[in-house]
Structure formats: C-alpha cells, structure tokens
C-alpha cells in the first residue's frame, strides 16, 4: 500500500511535464457522515464514510489513426482518518473506431448497467447495494466484483458499440495469498437507448469457484434487467449463490423540490429460504447541490427483515466534495 501511495505521488509530481505529451488529471472525493442506526433494541450514533474517499490519476495520449493510449489508477482514502483503503481501479487502455480494451482493475458491466448509477445514495449509510435491495458481490479473487461491489481486477475488458457493450474476461489462473483466481469470469452488459432519459440495461455476471484453490470462494452468477423511463429508475435481479436462489427488486423515483432532489427508492429482497425469507426496505432523502462538485445529503431508512423482530431505521447525514 504504501508503495502504491509513493507510486501515486511520484506520478503527480511528474505530471506537469508530462503533460507536454499526455493529458493528466489529479482527481478524487472526500466524503464525511453521520449516522444513527436502532434495530429496536440498541440506538448507535457513529461517523462513516463508507469508502467514497479517494484520490486518482488519469492520463490519456492521443497516438494518430484516430487511436487514444489511456490509464487510470485511484487509491481509496478514508475521510476520517486518511488512511489508505486499497486501489479501486488501476488500469491501462487503447480506444479507436471499433471501442476500446481494458487491461488490469476495471470497473464491471454489472455494476453499472443500472445498478449503482439508479442508487442516489450509494456509498452512503442508505444505499441499496450490499444484499438490501441490490446484491453485493461474490468471488475472493475479484475482492467482491462480482455483484455491486469493487472492481474487477486480473481482467480484460471491452467496450464495444460506442460503450453499449460491455465484455469483462477473467484472466488469472493464480490464486495469489489473498484470494482466489478468476480465470473464466465473466462479466457482460448491453445497454439499450430508448430516446431521452428511457434506457434497458440488460446485465449478465458470473464467477466459478475452483475446488483445489484453499482460498476460492463460492460459485456465483446473477442476471438482471434494469431500466429508466423518465424520472423513474427500477431493476430485477436474480442470484445464484453457491446453489442458493435470491431475488432482488430496486426502484426509485427522484423529483426536484424546496431547491433540490428529493429521492424515493427502495424495494424488496427474497431469502431463497422455505420461511423468513423477505426483506422491504424504504428509504427518503434529499439531496442538495451547492455546486457541481459539492453536495449535502440527508435521509430515514427503514429496513424491515422478516427475520428479525423490529426493523431497523437509519437517520444520516453527510456532506461530499468531488474534485
């Protein structure tokens, strides 16, 4: 990690000269929250960030023939204590008339055909994301990519169809110590334009788990539809892991009002198991631009597990500056 810091500062230190021949840009995030949570029984009151903190670095160069060379690498930072949380995505790409390839730690097709783009409150105290109403993710060797969750590193990755089609290929056969290899992944996602905010998402993931690898996780695959029309935002997904079915149901509608956003979403997600098996969780927020880059976000949450006895609320609020 910490050479991965180094790495990062040496490249930003550089980054005025090499401009001369490439296009670079600093950027990043820092977010800050505070969150009440009471399952009934307990009521705590604590600060979260929720790991939307991090500083990047992207570069592109145009070659001629009409071809781009381009990178990126961001390293997660925690708002609270600006420690280091791990790189998100770090990659290396070449564009031209036909789309462009990805090699390295790329952002998944999944994930973003609908997904964490339809979730106002991702990466905060109520997002939807994480097994609520969009599943998390799978797979040890791509640290969760294979859901809404992280990226998808050791990958190869298309965009094809002026970015309509999304194609991620597993490359790696090395479970390494910290997880498993992902050789045979596949991550692929096909977004259909309909004319003005209307659009069809349609999404296909999968990771399969190797039995000789000690540190492989569970197979895991899921398919979903997602779709916008308007002001309205939904999305169906079906999960298989490990042998056990779930379902998971997302939507959101989203008005302007008293000067800024206010946001409905919520939905419903189905156990797989023979009883206690729904979870409904509802959530109100608003969201205030003070500028392109700065925001202030406030919400309730309640999440209602057939599982348990009370559902559990959520009150937050947070602050976030994008640069």
Same mark, same amino acid.
């Given at each position: 990690?910490?050479k991965?810091?180094?790495?990062?500062?040496?490249?930003?230190?550089?980054?005025?000269?090499?401009?001369?021949?490439a296009?670079?840009?600093?950027?990043?995030?820092?977010?800050?929250?505070?969150?009440?949570t +009471?399952?009934?029984?307990?009521?705590?009151?604590?600060?979260?960030?929720?790991?939307?903190?991090?500083?990047?670095?992207?570069?592109?160069?145009?070659?001629?023939?009409?071809?781009?060379?381009?990178?990126?690498?961001?390293?997660?930072? %925690?708002? /609270? $204590?600006?420690?280091?949380?791990?790189?998100?995505?770090?990659?290396?790409?070449?564009?031209?008339?036909?789309?462009?390839?990805?090699?390295?730690?790329?952002?998944?097709?999944?994930?973003?055909?609908g997904?964490?783009?339809?979730?106002?409150?991702?990466?905060?105290?109520?997002?939807?994301?994480?097994?609520?109403?969009?599943?998390?993710?799978?797979?040890?060797?791509?640290?969760?990519?294979?859901? @809404?969750?992280?990226?998808?590193? $050791?990958?190869?990755?298309?965009?094809?169809m002026?970015?309509a089609?999304?194609?991620?290929?597993?490359?790696? /056969? +090395?479970?390494?110590?910290?997880?498993?290899?992902?050789?045979?992944?596949?991550?692929?996602?096909?977004?259909?334009?309909?004319?003005?905010?209307?659009?069809? @998402?349609?999404? @296909?993931?999968?990771h399969?788990?190797?039995?000789?690898?000690?540190?492989?996780?569970? $197979?895991?695959?899921?398919?979903?539809?997602?779709?916008?029309?308007?002001?309205?935002?939904?999305?169906?997904?079906?999960v298989?892991?490990?042998?056990?079915?779930?379902?998971?149901?997302?939507?959101?509608?989203?008005?302007?009002?008293?000067?800024?956003?206010?946001?409905?979403?919520?939905?419903?997600?189905d156990?797989?198991?023979?009883?206690?098996?729904?979870?409904? /969780?509802?959530?109100?927020?608003?969201?205030?631009?003070?500028?392109?880059?700065?925001?202030?976000?406030?919400?309730?949450r309640?999440? +209602? /597990?057939?599982?348990?006895?009370?559902?559990?609320?959520?009150?937050?609020?947070?602050?976030?500056y %994008?640069?």
């Amino acid at each position: 990690m910490k050479k991965s810091i180094i790495a990062m500062t040496i490249a930003a230190a550089v980054a005025a000269p090499v401009a001369a021949n490439a296009d670079v840009t600093a950027y990043g995030a820092v977010q800050g929250e505070i969150t009440q949570t +009471d399952n009934g029984t307990t009521a705590t009151i604590g600060q979260r960030e929720w790991g939307r903190g991090f500083i990047g670095l992207k570069a592109s160069e145009e070659l001629g023939n009409g071809m781009t060379m381009f990178g990126k690498m961001e390293i997660g930072m %925690d708002t /609270d $204590d600006a420690q280091p949380q791990g790189n998100r995505q770090s990659y290396v790409g070449l564009k031209a008339g036909w789309g462009s390839v990805m090699i390295g730690k790329v952002p998944t097709g999944y994930k973003y055909a609908g997904g964490v783009k339809y979730d106002a409150f991702v990466a905060t105290s109520l997002q939807a994301r994480g097994g609520i109403t969009m599943s998390g993710g799978a797979g040890a060797g791509q640290n969760g990519a294979q859901g @809404h969750n992280g990226f998808s590193k $050791d990958t190869v990755a298309f965009r094809l169809m002026d970015g309509a089609l999304s194609v991620n290929l597993g490359t790696s /056969d +090395d479970p390494g110590a910290n997880g498993a290899g992902n050789m045979g992944d596949l991550d692929i996602a096909y977004k259909i334009k309909m004319g003005g905010k209307n659009e069809i @998402h349609l999404a @296909h993931t999968a990771h399969s788990n190797d039995a000789a690898d000690p540190n492989s996780s569970t $197979d895991y695959s899921a398919t979903k539809i997602a779709g916008k029309f308007g002001d309205i935002k939904a999305q169906y997904e079906m999960v298989d892991n490990n042998g056990t079915d779930q379902t998971f149901l997302f939507a959101a509608y989203s008005m302007q009002a008293a000067g800024g956003e206010v946001v409905f979403q919520g939905g419903q997600r189905d156990n797989g198991a023979a009883t206690l098996n729904m979870t409904t /969780d509802l959530t109100v927020g608003y969201i205030k631009k003070l500028s392109k880059n700065a925001r202030w976000f406030a919400g309730f949450r309640s999440t +209602d /597990d057939e599982a348990n006895a009370d559902p559990v609320t959520t009150l937050t609020y947070g602050m976030r500056y %994008d640069y």
